[in-house]
């Protein structure tokens, strides 16, 4: 019997070492299993390929596009100042004329007569004075009634002069050169200061009204060139310059006014007209990158850059100027960055990638085309 217990014993002392054995070597199992996994991606789920470029810094030849009206360059809006009735018209509706040439003649025969009674009362009173000076030598008159004649003759030059002035006022002639608008009166109508004659325009240079952002107030200055174009008048460009950056910023559009001139000794331009403008900054380092390899999420814009162990990381990003296929980072990124510029759309925060192709030298904004991008 005790053989049998014995041998029974050690039988299941063999079959309880055999179970440990086994529960130990799928320990291991497990445990390399988990270790393997954590450094090989599992079969069937590859790293997303990507494409990607080295950030660097290019020479761009700035320019800032903008909208603007044309405003003559000198304007005024003719009108009388007397009140009388128009003797002869000297112009034509669209006329072009020159400084002092005569436009309309009111009736002076009023005017004249009144000219000639004062002129007459002016010769009595100085003849007055002199009357006096000799009684006054011999003390007839006294120093008052002396004093009294002297305001009378100045009072009487006065009245000449006013109606002098008033003469030549009904002869009313063109301030400067300039193309008149629309006659809005006819002969033998009664003018007074209130009437609108007609209009004069000098537009042999003609000045753009326009605005800018803000944040490029610190390089604006009136040494700057400025291009114009019209959508009628085809294939023509109007050069011209900054004329004058008005110093207050609108707190509603946050933009500022500047003003500039060009030439249009041809008259293409017309007061009113909408131009498209663009004005030359100059060269500055910038940095571009593709448009596709910038994303948003509401308002906010990020690209994603390559880190230690092929890792992509978010990076947000302040955007500024565009030029076709590209898009300037003011803010985010440094040279030497690694940029995906292709392959994103499935990406997030932290994923591992696969480096299939580097565009660096094809993704470099051409330098040319920044300059003459379509205004």
Known sequence: MRLVSGVRYMIKLKQWMVWVAAVVFSFIIIILYKCEKSNKTPKGKL????????????????????????????SVDIRSTVTQKIESIHFMDGEQVKKGQLL??????????????AEISLQEQQRELKRLELLKDKHVVSEKDYDLQKTKLLNAKAQ??????????SSIRAPFDGVLGARRVSIGA?????????TIDAIDRIKIDFTLPEKYSPLLNTSLKITAKNV???DKKFMGDVLAIIPCVSPVSRSISVRGIIDNSDHLIRPGMMLKISVKLGEREVIFVPEKAVANIGERHFVFVVGPNDTAKRRYVNIGERATGFVEIEDGLKVGDRVIVDGLSKLSD???VSIVKDETDSNVPDRYLLENEEE
């Open 232 to 234: 009628a008048i085809k």
């Open 350 to 352: 932290n994923d591992r």
């Open 160 to 169: 000449v002069e006013i109606l002098k002035v008033e003469t030549e006022g």
């Open 47 to 74: 790293l997303p390929a990507v494409t990607t470029m080295i950030v660097s810094k290019t020479r761009s030849l700035t320019s800032l596009k903008s909208i603007g009206t044309a405003v003559s360059d000198e």
């Open 190 to 198: 009664l003018i007074t200061p209130d009437t609108s004659i007609t």
């Open 104 to 117: 309309l003649q009111l009736n002076v025969d009023k005017r004249n007569a009144e000219l000639k009674q």
